[in-house]
Structure formats: structure tokens, C-alpha cells
């Protein structure tokens, strides 16, 4: 990140410290003299643990320049000429760093253009700097570019949260029609496509959009930039989702389904349609395995919350919106269960004392399963995700 001269704000020591809690090394390119532009990155807390001080940047090599930056040091660029701040960009980004570029002025212009970021002062600015920017700050306070680093970190979790818990409902909604598909017909359909689709439109919608709303996870700002050639969704995410979440979920929820019929009796090939003696068992199996994703849901929302913490570290209530979707969920589940009206259309029944009682263990034992899967990672030290200084 490349921070141009400009008198220091109360809160820029704190925010260079944030920087360097996240990661982020703060380079000063200006064109003041050397000993000026040490006092402000010595006031403000650039070059700690280690400053190099470049007095004359605009004489200084390609090869030196690379060499430099290669070194893990904050540097002040004294002496600076508009060239010569392009050209800090160009070897930042050569050597593969995510560059953010600051300024104001019309020579900041080429440099601000050529960032990966670059950002403006909405107020001291000029029209030039402004529309070179991908970022315009409108307080000009560093600060805030700070503040934006971690609003950009929540969103990304955020983004990669929901993505878990959609991707985790894939695997109980495909297991049960992949189990009537290979089996010949000796298993009759789990789940129906109705029932399906009041999942995927119903139960599933609210707490999917709360995940967009949660609130940032303890730790966010002291983890290492990721590597930018890693995407949104990873390898990782996927045996999260589909391997753990979701295949924990696809047996419990054919655990509640197999329950139900040889409760009542039935055998691989028994007949379940209309008029047969294990139709009415048939509907309450069916009705099961839905009441037992929506059981799965909740817990996988829960666990999708965090990928690195406990749940006891971010608190069972800091998502309101969260606990509202899951309150929603609970009623619509309910309604398509109990009410005669739904029960009709969606091909459900009241289900018994002893069935309700199984599925209210599937929460505990989801989530469980993922906290003690992070648990482990937490304690492995693989939690959190590397990647090089920017």
C-alpha cells in the first residue's frame, strides 16, 4: 500500500497499526525531502519494526527498486516524481502485491490509475486524481481506507458463509432421490418434489440472506491477506460443505425416513402408494425426511456462521436476522406439517411424539460434528489461511 505525503491524522497511527495487524505493509512515496518524511512515518508508526529511507527515489534503478521492495521493510521514497511513484506501482505489482495507491494531485493521477486500488481524497482532491480512482474517499482520512479493508473482508466471508449453506443442502436434497433412483424402486422417493421446492423457496431463503448480515468474525483484521489467485469458493469450502455438513445431514435425514417405515413394517420392494396398507407410514416418511432437513438447515446455518471461531466465541445471538430466518422456518415447517390446507398439497401428516423427538437431535449432532471439526483445524494451527504481505 502506498501512502503519499499529506500531515498526519489523529487517527493515522492507529490505522497504520491496524495495517500492520492485517498484514499490510505502508510505504510513503512524496515528493518532501528525506528527513520530513521519516518524522511523519516515524510519528504515525511506518517502518516499524524496520524503515528504510530512500533520499533520492527518482535516481534509483529498476534492478535496486526490485531488490528493495523485495525486502520485507516499510520504505519512505523521498524526492519522489510522479515517474517515479508509476513506477513503484509497476515493481509492486511485478513482484505480485496487491497494490493500493493514495493521493490527490494531477501527478498522482498515472500511479492512482495503474494501482490495483487506487484511491482519492474526495475532498482535497483534484477532478483528475478523483477519476483515476477506483475509491474515493470523502472524510480523507486514511482511516477509512482501513475501515474499507475490513468492510471488503466481511463481505467476502459473508459471500462464502451463504455459498457453505447453500452448497451443504445440495447433498440431503440429492442423496434421498440418488438412493430411490439406484435402488430400482425397492426404496420408495424420500422426499417429493414439493416438499423439495418448500425447502429450496420456503425454509431455506431468510436464513440464507441473514448469513449476508453477519457481523464480522473475532480475529477478521489480524489474518494474513489471502493469495489473490485464490477464489471465493476453494477446496475446502467444498469438503465443508458437501463432505461434512452435508453428508452428516443426507444419513440423518435417511435415518429418519428408514425409521419411520420399518417402524411400520416395511421391506425393500413393499408396495406404499395409494390404497396400500404402508401408505400412511409412506406420508409420515416422507414428512419426516423434510422435517429433518429443515432440522439440518438450522444447525448448518449455526455452523456456517464461522469458519474459524467456536460459536461460543461469536455468540448465539449476535445475528438477530439470523435468529428471525430460523424463527420462520420453524413456523413454515410447521404449517406444512400440521395444517390440513398444506398437509393436501404438500403431501404431509402430523408426525408422532417419538419421530419429532429423534429429529430434534440432528441440530446437536450437525453442528456438533463442524465445531469439532474446527476444533481440530483450530488446534492443528490450519484455521487460518495464509498468503503473502501486500
Known amino acids: 500500500m502506498l501512502l503519499r505525503r499529506e500531515p498526519p491524522e489523529r487517527e493515522a497511527a492507529e490505522a497504520v497499526r491496524r495495517c500492520h495487524r492485517t498484514g499490510l505493509r505502508v510505504h510513503i512515496v512524496t515528493g518532501d525531502n528525506d528527513a520530513t ?15 528504510h529511507v530512500v533520499e533520492r527515489a527518482e535516481t534509483i534503478t529498476d534492478r535496486e527498486l526490485d531488490e528493495l521492495l523485495a525486502q520485507d521493510a516499510e520504505i519512505v521514497f523521498a524526492r519522489s516524481s510522479p515517474e517515479t511513484k508509476l513506477k513503484i506501482a509497476d515493481a509492486l505489482r511485478a513482484q505480485g502485491r496487491i497494490v493500493a495507491m493514495t493521493g490527490d494531485g494531477v501527478n498522482d493521477a498515472p500511479a492512482i490509475h495503474h494501482a490495483h486500488i487506487g484511491v482519492a481524497m474526495g475532498r482535497s482532491g483534484t477532478d483528475v486524481a478523483r477519476e483515476a480512482a477506483a475509491m474515493i474517499l470523502t472524510n480523507d482520512d486514511f482511516a477509512t481506507i482501513v475501515t474499507a479493508i475490513e468492510s471488503g473482508r466481511r463481505v467476502y466471508d459473508n459471500v462464502r458463509k451463504f455459498i457453505v449453506y447453500i452448497f451443504a443442502h445440495a447433498v440431503p436434497e440429492i442423496v434421498p432421490f440418488l438412493v430411490f433412483a439406484l435402488s430400482g424402486g425397492l426404496i420408495p422417493l424420500p422426499l417429493t418434489v ?27 483484521m489480524t489474518r494474513p491477506p489471502r493469495p489473490s489467485s485464490q477464489g471465493v469458493i476453494t477446496r ?59 432440522a439440518c438447515q438450522i444447525s448448518t446455518a449455526m455452523a456456517a456462521r464461522t469458519d474459524h471461531a467456536s460459536l461460543r466465541e461469536i455468540g448465539l445471538t449476535t445475528n438477530p436476522l439470523l435468529l428471525a430466518g430460523i424463527t420462520f422456518e420453524l413456523l413454515f415447517a410447521a404449517a406444512l406439517v400440521y395444517l390440513p390446507p398444506f398437509q393436501r398439497l404438500f403431501g404431509t401428516t402430523a408426525l408422532p411424539a417419538d ?10 449432532i450437525v453442528w456438533g460434528t463442524d465445531e469439532l471439526r474446527r476444533f481440530v483445524r483450530r488446534r492443528r494451527g490450519t484455521a487460518v489461511t495464509g498468503g503473502d504481505k501486500q
Do not use: N
Open 37 to 51: 518524511a521519516a518524522a511523519v512515518a516515524a510519528e504515525v508508526g511506518i517502518g516499524v519494526p524496520r524503515l
Open 194 to 220: 414439493l416438499q423439495i421446492l418448500a425447502i429450496d423457496l420456503g425454509t431455506e431463503t431468510l436464513p440464507a440472506l441473514a448469513l449476508g448480515r453477519e457481523p464480522p468474525e473475532a480475529g477478521l
Open 236 to 294: 475446502d469450502m467444498l469438503i465443508r460443505a458437501w463432505g461434512y455438513l452435508g453428508m452428516v445431514s443426507a444419513v440423518l435425514v435417511l435415518a429418519a425416513f428408514f425409521y419411520v417405515l420399518w417402524r411400520a413394517g416395511w421391506h425393500p420392494g413393499a408396495p406404499t402408494g395409494p390404497g396400500s396398507p404402508l401408505h400412511e407410514a409412506y406420508l409420515t416418511a416422507t414428512t419426516a425426511t423434510f422435517a429433518a432437513l429443515v
Open 355 to 364: 419421530v419429532l423427538l429423534l429429529i430434534a437431535t440432528f441440530p446437536a
